[in-house]
């Protein structure tokens, strides 16, 4: 499995570089911030898997972060809504690790803390979301995905398909009618960590699509400029979209 991507924001630059020092040391890539503003800019352009927002910034606060993450419908801010999310704050601030958890937080921790504490409840955050995403079948409308089956059908029946086809799929899936950038999909999809030529993705994509295609539906739809995403039936009118070819 490739190593979990993590969003740390914190201001204090002897925590962050503490912690961004163990987490990589763990095997996690770290993404860091110190402000509202630029967290706000890698989860735009970043896909992390689990994100740490310490509640006082410079610039606001990470509960409101928080609540910018949850609100998102994933398309027109590009944030993912299910983005798992660990807390961090200050002893005796009950009311806030209260608001927190009101807000969507995954888990809170409490400083000081001891990093192997921290450590844990991460890994106990990134699997429980994993066991959500792999477990039960995905429907949407008359398509359905088995995860654990590698299995998808239309109305019923059964569509071949390769196994990158299957994980393209599947990734698209996880947030249906998120939009997934070219660089995200060839990133978690084929493991390519810098941007490189689309005509892998674009090729399979359109492949999916034909496999798909029932009754007129459509539901792998290319986002021109942007990259793919699912929709439930005929392609929404007045969205920027195309079909995958």
């Known amino acids: 499995m490739d190593p979990a991507t993590l969003l740390l924001v914190e201001d ?14 763990d ?14 800019r890698l989860l735009e352009r970043s896909r992390p898997d689990l994100a740490v927002f310490d509640v006082h910034l ?4 990470g509960l ?9 419908d994933g398309l027109a801010s590009r944030l993912d809504p299910t983005l798992p999310v660990v807390m961090l704050s200050g002893a005796g601030e009950e009311l806030d690790r209260v608001r927190g958890l009101e807000r ?5 921790v409490v400083k000081p803390f001891a990093y192997p504490e ?13 066991t959500r995403v792999q477990l039960g079948t995905l429907r949407i409308g008359s398509l359905e995905i088995d995860p654990a089956g590698r299995a998808a059908s239309v109305r019923g029946q059964r569509v071949e398909l390769a196994a990158k086809e299957f994980a393209l799929l599947r990734t698209l899936a996880s947030a249906p009618s998120r939009v997934f950038t070219k660089e995200e999909l060839l990133r978690d999809v084929w493991g390519f960590r810098a941007a490189g030529s689309t005509r892998t993705l674009d090729s399979h994509a359109c492949r999916l699509r034909q496999k798909l295609r029932a009754d007129g539906d459509e539901f792998v739809v290319n986002v021109w400029g942007v990259g793919y995403r699912l929709v439930d039936g005929p392609a929404p009118s007045g969205f920027p979209a195309r079909s995958a070819s």
């Open 118 to 130: 921290l450590r844990l409840r991460i890994e106990a955050v990134l699997r429980r979301a994993r």
């Open 104 to 108: 969507g937080a995954d888990d809170y």
């Open 12 to 25: 204090d630059p002897v925590i962050r570089l503490f912690l961004a020092d163990n987490l990589t040391a």
């Open 64 to 72: 409101d972060l928080l609540r910018r993450v949850r609100a998102s």
């Open 58 to 61: 410079p610039d606001g606060s």
């Open 27 to 40: 095997g996690y890539d770290v993404l860091v911030a110190e402000t509202v503003h630029d967290a706000g």
